[in-house]
C-alpha cells in the first residue's frame, strides 16, 4: 500500500486557490508517488477543525505552504498534529518561512521553487532517512534544483475552482535586482512552453473558470510575447485576466491594442513602490517615472 502524502495550505479567502500545491502534487507524481493529494482551508477556520480533518486522511508525510496571510495559524497547526500525530513527518515551505533562523523551526524548510527539493524529501522519508545538513542548507537556498516546467492542473482540480480564483504562470524569474523583492533572487527568468499554456488555459475556461490571475513576476518584460497571448485571450468573452506589469515599460503598440479589448477583460496589476529617485536608487529599482505616470494616465483614460 502506497503512503498517504498530503500537501496543505490555508488560504485567505475561499476564492483563492494554491498553485503551489498543484506543481508539487503534479511533482510527487511524475516522480512514481500516486496517493499524493492536495487540501486547501481557510485561516479563518479553526486549527482543531483543520487538523481533524487532516488526521481523518492518515498523511504519513505532510508539506505545509507557509505565507504572510497564514504563518501564525500554519504553526500552530503544525503544533497540534505533531502532538497528535508524533510520527508525522512534515516539511514547510513558502516566502513566511524561508528566512527562517537556522534551527528555529524543527522541522526542515524548502526555499525557492520547491518541486525537486519536494521529491527529494519523499525519497528520503520513504527510505526512512533524515536530510543531511548540507541537504538542508541547499534546500534553504534559492535559484538551486530549478524543476522542469509543468504545468499545474489537472481535470480533477476544475470542480474545486469554480467560483474561484485561478492563479496561472507562463515564466518564472525575474531580471531585477530590487532589494526588498525575494523575486530578485531567482536570478534567471524561464518560459512555460506555448502549446502547454494555452491548452491549460482553454482547459481552465471549458471548466467554467471565469478568472485567471497570471502571476509572472513581469508579464511584460518581452512586449510581443504578452501581446501574442492578450490577442488569443480575447477569444474568450466573458473572462477577465489580471497581469502584473511593469508599467514604463509599456510598449505604444500594446497600449493602442488594449484600445480594441472588452472593457473588464483585462486587469493590471502595476507596482509603483517609490517615485522618489534617491530611493529607487538605494532599492535598485529602475523606473522612468515620467514615462510611467503617462502610461497610467493614458491606461485610465
Given at each position: 500500500m502506497?503512503?498517504?502524502?498530503?500537501?496543505?495550505?490555508?488560504?485567505?479567502?475561499?476564492?483563492?486557490?494554491?498553485?503551489?500545491?498543484?506543481?508539487?502534487?503534479?511533482?510527487?507524481?511524475?516522480?512514481?508517488?500516486?496517493?499524493?493529494?492536495?487540501?486547501?482551508?481557510?485561516?479563518?477556520?479553526?486549527?482543531?477543525?483543520?487538523?481533524?480533518?487532516?488526521?481523518?486522511?492518515?498523511?504519513?508525510?505532510?508539506?505545509?505552504?507557509?505565507?504572510?496571510?497564514?504563518?501564525?495559524?500554519?504553526?500552530?497547526?503544525?503544533?497540534?498534529?505533531?502532538?497528535?500525530?508524533?510520527?508525522?513527518?512534515?516539511?514547510?515551505?513558502?516566502?513566511?518561512?524561508?528566512?527562517?533562523?537556522?534551527?528555529?523551526?524543527?522541522y526542515p524548510i524548502i526555499s525557492g521553487e520547491g518541486e525537486k527539493k519536494w521529491v527529494e524529501f519523499l525519497d528520503l522519508t520513504r527510505k526512512n532517512e533524515s536530510p543531511s545538513d548540507e541537504v538542508l542548507k541547499r534546500w534553504r537556498t534559492y535559484g538551486t534544483d530549478l524543476p522542469e516546467l509543468i504545468p499545474a492542473y489537472l481535470e480533477e482540480d476544475f470542480p474545486q475552482l469554480k467560483n474561484r480564483i485561478v492563479y496561472f504562470e507562463t515564466s518564472r524569474g525575474c531580471p531585477y535586482p530590487c532589494s526588498f523583492c525575494l523575486s530578485a533572487l531567482d536570478k534567471t527568468v524561464r518560459y512555460f512552453d506555448e502549446t502547454t499554456i494555452q491548452k491549460q488555459i482553454k482547459e481552465l475556461i471549458t471548466a467554467g473558470i471565469e478568472k485567471i490571475k497570471f502571476v509572472d513576476r513581469?508579464?511584460?518584460?518581452?512586449?510581443?510575447?504578452?501581446?501574442?497571448?492578450?490577442?488569443?485571450?480575447?477569444?474568450?468573452?466573458?473572462?477577465?485576466?489580471?497581469?502584473e506589469v511593469v508599467g514604463d515599460i509599456l510598449t505604444p503598440e500594446i497600449l493602442d491594442f488594449l484600445e480594441t479589448v472588452p472593457p473588464g477583460m483585462f486587469q493590471f496589476e502595476i507596482g509603483v513602490q517609490t517615485t522618489t529617485e534617491s530611493v529607487q536608487e538605494t532599492i535598485q529599482r529602475k523606473q522612468n517615472n515620467q514615462k510611467l505616470f503617462k502610461t497610467i494616465q493614458q491606461l485610465v483614460e
Open positions: 502506497q503512503r498517504s502524502i498530503g500537501l496543505i495550505t490555508l488560504n485567505a479567502k475561499f476564492i483563492h486557490s494554491s498553485l503551489a500545491l498543484r506543481y508539487l502534487r503534479n511533482a510527487s507524481r511524475n516522480a512514481g508517488y500516486q496517493n499524493v493529494w492536495i487540501r486547501e482551508f481557510i485561516i479563518n477556520q479553526p486549527a482543531w477543525k483543520i487538523a481533524a480533518e487532516v488526521q481523518k486522511l492518515q498523511p504519513e508525510v505532510l508539506g505545509v505552504g507557509i505565507y504572510i496571510w497564514n504563518r501564525s495559524q500554519s504553526l500552530e497547526l503544525i503544533e497540534r498534529l505533531q502532538k497528535q500525530m508524533p510520527h508525522l513527518k512534515i516539511v514547510v515551505g513558502g516566502p513566511e518561512v524561508s528566512f527562517e533562523e537556522e534551527g528555529s523551526l524543527a513581469t508579464f511584460n518584460l518581452k512586449p510581443s510575447r504578452m501581446q501574442k497571448l492578450m490577442q488569443w485571450l480575447t477569444q474568450f468573452k466573458g473572462n477577465e485576466f489580471h497581469f
